[in-house]
């Protein structure tokens, strides 16, 4: 059974709910993106449909329910995210912009269907803050009035992007970013094949976010750090950094890797912008932050996109 690392109070608030009399039937996971929400809301899925696991929240993976559940095939369990949709002929699939309403409004017949396998229903949202605003009041009728037996795990990035109606009808759990020691330990669990110095600059540059560390494991970090940090030295005048990082990272191919940039960059900038900087380099981080965020819902072209980070990385030059 795998241990969850650097989460242990939430942990036991779930677990300790799970012998409850009353169990809450929303809950609300909340923290930085890629620090384990979702994988733990998984696990808190299996135990809730019956699977066989520990007061750690570690799961008996051989447990015929786990494995449904793994497999996307328990009859009592729906999972919302937003949709990928097919890319043209050549061209890598994308990533809808939204949760849409319909995608809520066809919880309607599961909600009233009796369970199947377990003696609940899990209902699991990914990200919440992603639904448009109707799927957002869609879901909040089932919060209002949730059916009998029906548990809503919410995981959100950005609480305070919700409905207060939303949050307010939530138990709240908070995840916090993990140690540079619980990084470590966890990214040789998961990538021991790893050179002890690339994993080093994953801790350093993930800042305590295992699942940003392996989106950014292919990302050469020692030599992005390098090429940022010349940026930052110098303001790159010439543009010849910046036209560099755009041939490696905008092509098509290259999808994993820009994606893995847009959000390293911000991460980038706050820990040179730690030592104290002034209001308009620490502007640079907003700048960033926002362009991150909108790039690939808003299909921004990548080269702009690139030039446009680094020039917020640029900002940093005295």
Known sequence: MAQWLGHDRAIEAMVAALGSERLHHAW?????????KAGIARDFAKRLLGAAGDDRLGIDEEDPLARLVDAGTHPDLVRIERLTREGKKGEAPTMARNITVDQVRQLSRFLHLAPSLSE????????????????????????????????????SHAPGRLLPTIRSRCRYVHFQALTEADMGTVLARIVPEMALADRDALVRGAEGAPGRALAMRDLDLAGLEAALGRIAASGDPTHRERIALARALAPKAAQKRYEAF?????????????????????????????????????SLDPAATIFALCGSVARLAD
Do not use: C
């Open 28 to 36: 609300l996971l909340g923290g930085p993106a890629g620090v384990g």
């Open 120 to 155: 609940r229903r899990v209902v699991i949202v990914d990200a919440a803050e992603d639904m448009e605003r109707g799927a957002a009041n869609a879901l909040l009728k089932s919060l209002e009035e949730p059916p009998r037996g029906t548990v809503f795990l919410l995981i």
């Open 262 to 298: 847009l959000d390293f960059v911000p991460h980038y900038i706050a820990r040179r912008l730690r030592g104290g900087r002034s209001g308009a380099k620490a502007h640079a981080w907003a700048e960033a932050v926002q362009l991150g965020q909108g790039a690939v819902t808003l």
